[in-house]
């Protein structure tokens, strides 16, 4: 399951399953409320993220550009080894902060 939660005006989206096709819409779902309002701060913490397939990587960017088009942006913390090994074999590391926690994520958006 994926919920979204606030931390002052930012939002964290987390899960404890896969992020793969089975979650796509859940995820988009959780995601397009946070999008439509506003200047979105958007954090996704994949802590409880065991894996990630071709499609969820593909909603990590789509979400990305999503946030990126209403002048606002998306981190990801705490990815654990095999989904970090997975971000870094694609690329993606270049093309998103990486966090080892949510509050360094969080704060990121103070700066």
């Known amino acids: 399951m994926f919920e979204m939660t606030k931390r002052g005006a930012v939002n964290v989206l ?9 979650h796509f819409k859940e ?3 959780l995601c397009d409320e ?3 309002n506003g200047q979105p701060r958007l954090v996704f913490d ?4 065991p ?9 990590l960017l789509d979400l ?3 946030c990126q088009k ?10 654990n080894p095999l989904c970090r090994d997975i971000l870094v074999a694609t690329g ?12 360094a994520a969080v704060g990121s958006y103070s700066r």
């Open 27 to 29: 995820v988009t779902d």
């Open 51 to 59: 894996l990630m397939d071709s499609v969820g990587l593909e909603l």
């Open 92 to 103: 993606l590391t270049s093309q998103f902060a990486v966090f080892d926690d949510q509050a």
């Open 14 to 22: 987390s899960g404890n399953q896969p992020l793969t096709t089975a």
């Open 34 to 36: 946070c999008i439509e």
């Open 70 to 79: 209403r002048g606002g942006a998306m981190q990801i913390c705490s990815p």
């Open 64 to 66: 990305r550009d999503s």
């Open 46 to 49: 994949l802590s409880g993220v």
